[in-house]
């Protein structure tokens, strides 16, 4: 079974420009996270999404936002990116229960490099 | 505001020994915890889970242990092995939806 995937894997963007990053979640899994990891530094709550409705932001910018398709897929979109903004964004998926999502399964993640 | 912290920034071990990998938190609502395994080039690997209503879960060669007084978690790997090198994070979530990282321990196992 494929695992989480996400696109692309690295890119090099500009300060001001605006990325997408995109990612596909195990099959079967409904809940979508995005997660920011600086260097030297754990991953960072950036959205949880689950059946197409936010249920949770973390402390970013309004210029973070994110949408879930009703395939389970999901986008996360940057503008007026930041030198700051260079990071690995990583995407989870993970089942969800009664209980909240359970352990999260991220995929590689793309390597954002600001310039 | 970190509210889950690693304060081993790295870790060295022989192989078969015991590798002991711990973290703090400080929010005493977190009850839901998890530890990854990060290689380099590659995303954050599930390991092991415990919840709050335990102390000790086991899998094969790792135990976790919760010392929920403490709000103290370690993660333990008997025998250590060289392929156990890697960046281990632990997470924290009061919710099961938003996981607080710890900034990772670099663990090395020398053959």
């Known amino acids: 079974d494929a695992g989480v995937t996400q696109s692309p894997t690295h890119l090099i963007k500009t300060r001001g420009q605006q990325v997408t990053l995109r990612c596909s979640p195990i099959?079967?899994?409904?809940?979508v996270s995005w997660y920011q990891q600086v260097l030297g530094q754990g991953p960072q709550f950036i959205f949880q999404?689950?059946?197409?409705?936010?249920?949770g932001r973390g402390n970013f910018p309004d210029r973070f936002s994110a949408r879930q398709f009703p395939n389970y897929s999901s986008e996360l979109n940057v503008n007026a990116l930041l030198l700051g903004d260079s990071a690995l964004y990583l995407c989870?998926?993970?089942?969800?229960?009664?209980?909240?999502?359970?352990?999260?399964?991220f995929g590689e993640g793309s390597r954002l490099t600001v310039l | 505001d970190q509210q889950v912290k690693q304060n081993s920034p790295s870790l060295s071990v022989q192989e078969g020994r015991i590798s002991i990998l711990n973290c703090d938190y400080t929010?005493?609502?977190?009850?839901?915890f998890l530890w990854y395994k990060k290689y380099p080039a590659e995303g954050p690997t599930f390991l092991i889970s415990?919840?709050?209503?335990?102390d000790k879960n086991e899998d094969g060669r790792f135990t976790v242990f919760l010392n929920k007084s403490a709000k103290h978690l370690s993660l333990h790997i008997v025998p250590s092995q060289p392929g156990d090198s890697a960046v281990y994070f632990c997470?924290?979530?009061?919710?099961?939806?938003?996981?607080?990282f710890g900034s990772g321990t670099k663990l090395n196992v020398k053959p």
């Open positions: 999404y689950y059946e197409k409705e936010e249920r």
């Open positions: 099959s079967g899994h409904k809940s």
């Open positions: 929010n005493s609502m977190f009850d839901y």
């Open positions: 997470a924290a979530s009061d919710n099961f939806n938003k996981f607080y």
């Open positions: 415990i919840s709050s209503i335990k």
């Open positions: 989870a998926s993970s089942l969800v229960s009664l209980l909240g999502t359970g352990e999260l399964f």
